[in-house]
Structures are given as structure tokens and as C-alpha cells.
């Protein structure tokens, strides 16, 4: 195996990189839709000759059912991804073929990184896929050991960029919203509690500002940064404030009678106070409760984001 010029073979490269996202396996990235750029290029197995369409077929069908009814921590929409496919075909081809199938696990890696997945949650996906597969020890580690170095290629350079902060308004993000439900839902998930009992989302909306020249964007910025202060008045604990869309914020608050009660009241008095005074245009507010299960959790079902 050829040297780099700092000596290290690319295996021992691949060590490295392996130890040093070991400390990183608990933190979670901004989610985002789409694949990185240059990663769809990877994905090239699907028209290699020898291929057995059915076989791959049955074990990716196996391979979501069982992690998802386990291990994923997600939605079943944001399981699919186009290495999956990959990486079943990897386990049912032989000879040529297979020796693909650590690039297909690497670029597994990439996608998992890429919606947010833990290192470990994305790890313990693959091996139920290679438990179905009955693949060797040494095979096993190989080819986890490729979708750690993808994870690793794209989730520590996400982590230091992820946005929990709109800078612009000083507001948290959607970023900060999604990592703050998983951490409920976790929590919920030890202590046999139920999210959708203990806590709900009051949202708030005002008319959206037509045009992006700098006059209408100081507008928008404007408006929202009036509903977050209407929030931030009416929600005096630890709830969590959040600018979701140009025109839309919330508050993650506990349903904790006759708090909730009070701080409703709060910003109701507070949206009131702004339309009078020609702060808002209109507004909107409603509460929104939250799905009993962790897989079911949709901002976009929810409508907290258009």
C-alpha cells in the first residue's frame, strides 16, 4: 500500500480518522434535505452487471422494517437514501462485484451524516443489514468501519457549521428546535413518560412579505422579531423559543396548569398590543400538539414549516 508523504498508508489514515470521530458519535447535525455535493456520483452500483434485483430487494425490506421497529431514531422517509439500495445489492452479489460494497457502505455514511444520524444510530442501522446478510467477522468490521470514515468525512465538517443560532435576529434556529424534540424524545423513550402529554408547540404567524429587496427584508425581520419577543414575554421559564420561517416562531412548552394557562394569556395581551400599535399586519396562533412516537415527528406534517 502506497505512503503518504507523511508516511501514514491510507490505512492507517482510515485508524485515524476512526479514533477521532469515536468522541463526536453523540452529537447530532443540523438536519437537511438533498445529499452533499459529489456524493450522488458515488452511487454507482445499481447498473453493474450480476446484480440480483430480488435478493436485494427482499433484504432491504427486511433490513427498514427491523430498523425502524428498533434502532432508527427517525422517520421511515428519512431512512431511504440512495446508498441503501447500494449497499443491499453489495451483500447479495458475489465475486467482481463486491468488493464495492465498502464504498457503498462508505457513501451510507456520507447520507447518515448528512440528514443528522449519530455515528452510533447510523452503525447500528448497518449491522442489523449485515445480521440479515449472516456476513463473517472480518467482512463485518470492514465494511462498518467504511461507513464510519463517510460519516466522519461529512459530519464533522457539519458540526462545526450547524446554525442553532439565527445570527440575524439572535434567535434559535430550526436547527435548535430538531435536536431539542430528539433530546425529549429520548428522554421520554428511558423514562416511559410521553412527549405528547407533557409538552406541546404554541406557534405564531404573521403575513408574509412579498419581494427580497433590502426595504422588505427589514420588514420581515421586523415582524418576526416582534412575534419572538411576544413569545419570549409571555414564556417566562425554560421553554424553548424558535425562529422556524421568515413569518413563523414557536415555543416548546411543557403543559404545566395553570402556567400554561398564564403564559398564554401573556401573549395573547402581547399580539394584541402589536396589532393595535401597527407592529403586525396580522396574526395567527394556535397550539400544536406532538405525535406520541419519535417516528412520527414531522415539522413539515405538523405545519410548523411550509
Known amino acids: 500500500m502506497r505512503a503518504s508523504r507523511t508516511g501514514k498508508t491510507e490505512s492507517s489514515r482510515n485508524r485515524d480518522t476512526i479514533g477521532r470521530v469515536v468522541r463526536l458519535s453523540y452529537v447530532r447535525t443540523e438536519t437537511t434535505t438533498g445529499i452533499v455535493p459529489g456524493l450522488a456520483r458515488r ?4 447498473t453493474r452487471a450480476g446484480r440480483t434485483v430480488g435478493s436485494a430487494g427482499a433484504l432491504r425490506d427486511r433490513w427498514s422494517a427491523r430498523s425502524l421497529a ?5 422517520t421511515a422517509a428519512e431512512w431511504e437514501c440512495p446508498a441503501v439500495d447500494a449497499v443491499c445489492e453489495g451483500l447479495v452479489e458475489s465475486g467482481a462485484a463486491r468488493p464495492h460494497l465498502p464504498g457503498a457502505a462508505r457513501c451510507l455514511g456520507e447520507q447518515r451524516a448528512a440528514i443528522g444520524t ?3 444510530e ?3 442501522d448497518l449491522a442489523i443489514a449485515l445480521d440479515l446478510a449472516r456476513s463473517g467477522t472480518r467482512r463485518r468490521l470492514t465494511v462498518l468501519d467504511a461507513l464510519t470514515i463517510g460519516w466522519a468525512e461529512v459530519g464533522v465538517e457539519r458540526l462545526a457549521a450547524v446554525p442553532l443560532v439565527d445570527e440575524r435576529a439572535d434567535m434559535a434556529s430550526l436547527g435548535y428546535l ?3 424534540l430528539r433530546e425529549l424524545y429520548r428522554e421520554a423513550s ?8 407533557d ?3 404554541v406557534v405564531v404567524e404573521t403575513e408574509p412579505v412579498d419581494g427580497a429587496h433590502t426595504g422588505q427584508r427589514l420588514v420581515a425581520e421586523t415582524r418576526l422579531t416582534t412575534l419572538h419577543s411576544a413569545l419570549e414575554y409571555a414564556f417566562v421559564g425554560g421553554e424553548s423559543i424558535v425562529a422556524v420561517t421568515p413569518r ?3 415555543a416548546l412548552a411543557a403543559r404545566d396548569e395553570p402556567r400554561l394557562t398564564d403564559s398564554l394569556a401573556r401573549l395573547r395581551g402581547e399580539l394584541r398590543l402589536a396589532l393595535e400599535e401597527g407592529r403586525l399586519p396580522s396574526v395567527r396562533c394556535w397550539r400544536q400538539a406532538l405525535p406520541r412516537r419519535a417516528d412520527e415527528l414531522s415539522l413539515t406534517l405538523l405545519g410548523v414549516i411550509d
Open 43 to 46: 452511487v454507482r452500483w445499481g
Open 70 to 74: 428498533s434502532v432508527w431514531p427517525a
Open 118 to 120: 449519530h455515528l452510533y
Open 122 to 124: 447510523a452503525r447500528a
Open 178 to 180: 430538531r435536536l431539542r
Open 190 to 197: 428511558l423514562t416511559g413518560r410521553d412527549v405528547a402529554t
Open 199 to 201: 409538552h406541546l408547540l
Open 248 to 250: 413563523r416562531a414557536l
